[in-house]
């Protein structure tokens, strides 16, 4: 999004709770942020919030989310990719006993192996060009692959990796009538696919999925904030605690960020804020 790639046609559906000024950019945006809470009823307890990146702000009690006893803060943070993780699982249909893979292992493609390989008899496996996800896969109750060595045959294959290779991998280890399930952010890119060879004869089906939406066959049951708080809950181990890769304080943002960004070991960076 800093890079101004929002499409046009997503501008509205794109904004977040408090976002202050339009896309494409520049725009003060963020989502994912955890703090004490200095008023009202729940004085006194840390909270998970929808609201950008600054040190105080002020919202309605119903737009905070307290976190369980045993969630310390510093986990927390990861509560907007848990509730994306959790909203792609359902989106996949994956089922027990599933062969289920993961093409990333970011933050996302790691939760979403995380959820999966809790499913009775799944077979859970990470793909990346990365090696060293080899361990965090290990952390996560799931298998790990690079790309030359994916599982083929399978069920539901979830994509994250936002390239396109990514997803020609995808479709070309799905089995047969099987489902693949865009998870990733393009913004303007096109991606090149392959939908000759098997697409067809397979009969694969490709689903997009995005947070924005509770899926169809839940939403008369699930609103949003059900599904954050189940998100929190489903945090509360510690083995998560292998996503945070590092921190930074605000103030030392401008020297942090390009290295953050540019080191392929980075998964989710904490931002610390520090309140007189």
């Not at 699982?89 to 995380?114: E, F, T």
Request: hydrophobic fraction near 45%.
């Amino acid at each position: 999004m800093f890079e101004g790639r929002v499409p046009e046609t997503e501008w509205s559906r794109m904004r977040a709770p408090g976002q202050e000024g339009e896309f494409s950019f520049p725009v003060k945006f963020g989502y994912c942020a955890v703090g004490e809470v200095l008023e009202g009823e729940l004085a006194g307890s840390q909270a998970f919030a929808l609201y950008p990146h600054q040190e105080r702000f002020r919202l309605e009690q119903d737009m905070l989310f307290p976190l369980p006893s045993n969630l310390p803060a510093e986990r927390a943070v990861l509560a907007a990719n848990m509730e994306t993780a959790l909203n792609v699982l359902w989106d996949s249909a994956a089922s027990a006993g599933d062969r289920i893979a993961i093409i990333g292992s970011g933050v996302l493609g790691a939760l979403i192996g995380y959820l999966a390989a809790q499913l009775p008899g799944a077979d859970v496996t990470l793909i990346d060009i990365n090696p060293a996800r080899a361990d965090l896969a290990a952390k996560l109750n799931c298998k790990f692959a690079l790309t030359a060595d994916a599982p083929t045959e399978c069920d539901v294959v979830i994509h994250t990796s936002a390239s396109a290779q990514g997803l020609n991998l995808a479709l070309e280890i799905a089995g047969q009538e099987a489902t693949v399930l865009e998870a990733s952010w393009f913004g303007t890119d096109l991606v090149n696919l392959s939908l000759g060879a098997h697409f067809h004869s397979r009969r694969l089906r490709i689903v997009g999925s995005q947070v924005g939406g509770v899926p169809a066959n839940r939403a008369a049951r699930w609103s949003h904030r059900r599904r954050m708080l189940k998100a929190l809950d489903l945090l509360c181990d510690p083995a998560l605690d292998a996503l945070i890769t590092g921190e930074s304080s605000f103030a030392d943002l401008p020297t942090d960020y390009e290295k953050v960004l540019a080191n392929p070991e980075t998964l989710c960076h904490r931002i610390r804020y520090e309140t007189n």
